[in-house]
């Protein structure tokens, strides 16, 4: 764990306003952990070359929601079968909140790579994303999907340019 603490893997606002105890169990932690070293930390050392490499700025990158506990998944919406429920999943906004770049280079970075999904959300009519969805395994704990997708009004599509 270089770049991410686990308090920020597993805070939550809407844990915090409703009183939920998000405190994950041994076992998702390490789910957690194993994620954040695999995958997380290497993505977000490649970003600082990228944005040094393309003047974009701050390289720092905020866990928008992480780890829920079933409780807070509920409260949130989440699909019952949330990656995020398993500490696999995390979605991430750069601090320099260049979304178009973060997507184009999380794509190129996981080229290659062992992951499950990932997932442009919330995206508008220009392809621009409200926040990156990067899962590392799927709940299963074994596979490792290779998708590339966009979330448009709810709906999934392959990933958009
Ligand atoms: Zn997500």
């Known amino acids: 764990m270089k770049y991410f603490?686990?308090?920020?893997?597993?805070y939550s606002d809407t844990a915090e306003k409703k009183g939920i105890d998000n405190t994950p169990t041994?076992?998702?932690?390490?789910?957690?952990?194993?994620?954040?070293?695999?995958?997380?930390?290497?993505?977000?050392?490649?970003?600082?070359?990228?944005?040094?490499?393309?003047?974009?700025?701050v390289a720092s990158i905020g866990i928008s929601s992480g780890y829920r506990c079933p409780q807070l998944n509920r409260a949130v919406g989440g699909s019952t079968t949330s990656a995020h429920c398993y500490g696999y999943a995390f979605d991430l906004i750069p601090m320099n909140r260049n979304m178009r770049e973060f997507k184009r280079f999380c794509r190129k970075f996981l080229t290659g790579r062992a992951f499950?999904?990932?997932?442009?959300?919330?995206?508008d009519?220009?392809?621009?994303?409200?926040?990156?969805?990067?899962?590392?395994?799927?709940?299963?704990g074994k596979r490792q999907r290779g998708q590339?997708?966009?979330?448009?009004?709810?709906?999934?599509?392959p990933m958009t340019e």
């Open 26 to 57: 041994p076992e998702i932690e390490a789910h957690i952990v194993e994620s954040v070293e695999t995958l997380l930390d290497p993505l977000r050392e490649a970003w600082e070359t990228y944005c040094k490499q393309n003047g974009l700025g």
């Open 5 to 10: 603490t686990l308090k920020e893997c597993i």
């Open 148 to 157: 590339y997708l966009s979330m448009i009004h709810g709906k999934y599509y």
């Open 125 to 140: 009519d220009n392809g621009m994303p409200s926040w990156m969805h990067v899962g590392y395994k799927h709940p299963d």
């Open 116 to 123: 499950d999904q990932l997932i442009s959300e919330g995206e």
